[in-house]
């Protein structure tokens, strides 16, 4: 059976090549118009220079309206992404189409692949350290070349902790990556890389949340068919009720009034 084609290594013909610079703006951000496979080009394209990565769902567009880190570091982003259909359909709607979704996710397979190929090294932040080590051991199995510099799992509440913080920046540092899996949850993660991007200056900072447990093997992503009809939060919410009901029941609902106020604008305009 063929892999995914976001599993595969690249062909060299395409290594490093970030994709066409197309974007659209939609709920106030600049996101990038580009498939799965041309953002992971970009995104190893900025390998040594260093850059934030940041993927906006429904989840994202809510959080943006009240947290000003989270907008800080949308502001500071080198590449914005659609992670998810809503996105993607509300894009489409009010007629600036995204071609496709960009999950982290799957981002990040996507862009581990070209990592091995283009022989870039690749760090983790977060997670837990079960998830982490096996994260690091299904890394390896898939991309035996890859170079791995370890993986940080601070406490909860680290952030808060200046010693703690600094130590994990710290090792970081010293791993000199050019890849580091930001993967706190949102919005700390995106305002750690905020924080920590000049100390970080030559590494790609990607914020993908989940994407620890998804490598694990610890948390199992929706059918197929569930992430292309948009109901992947279903699936989530179906199995962590208890963690997920106020976010995806509560908080995310405000999304509606968010996007029809964009289809309004786009009719009126």
């Known amino acids: 059976m063929s892999q ?6 690249p062909s060299p013909a395409r290594l490093g090549v970030p994709g066409q610079a197309r974007s659209v703006v939609l709920l106030g951000q600049r996101l990038e118009s580009v498939t799965l496979e041309e953002a992971a080009d970009q995104v190893v394209g900025l390998a040594g220079r ?4 940041v993927t906006m769902n429904v989840d994202h ?3 943006l309206q009240h947290e000003a880190g989270l907008r800080e570091a949308y502001a500071i982003a080198a590449h914005r992404y659609a992670d998810g259909m809503p996105i993607v359909w509300l894009s489409r709607l009010v007629g600036r189409p995204l071609p496709e979704r960009v999950p982290g996710a799957d981002l990040v397979p ?3 692949a070209r990592a091995q190929a283009q022989d870039l090294s690749v760090h983790l932040v977060g997670g837990t350290p079960e998830a982490a080590l096996a994260a690091r051991a299904a890394v390896r199995a898939r991309h035996p070349r890859l170079r791995w510099t370890g993986e940080q799992t601070p406490d909860f509440g680290f952030e808060h902790d200046p010693v703690a913080d600094g130590a994990v920046v710290a090792a970081v540092a010293a791993a000199r990556p050019d890849l580091v899996l930001v993967c706190l949850g949102a919005p700390k993660q995106e305002e750690w890389a905020v924080r920590h991007r000049a100390a970080l200056p030559g590494s790609v900072l990607l ?3 989940a994407s620890v447990e998804f490598l694990a093997g ?3 992503r929706a059918p197929h068919w569930a992430q292309r009809a948009g109901l992947e ?5 179906l199995r962590e009720p208890r963690r997920l009901w106020r976010r995806y029941l509560v908080q995310d609902v405000a999304f509606l009034r968010l996007a029809a106020v964009e ?3 786009r009719l009126l305009g």
């Open 218 to 220: 610890t948390t199992r």
């Open 4 to 9: 995914p084609l976001h599993d595969q290594e």
């Open 61 to 63: 567009a809510v959080l």
């Open 50 to 53: 260093g850059g934030v990565i």
């Open 233 to 237: 939060w279903l699936f989530r919410l």
């Open 263 to 265: 289809v309004r604008a």
């Open 207 to 209: 914020c993908v949340g």
């Open 110 to 112: 996507a862009v581990l």
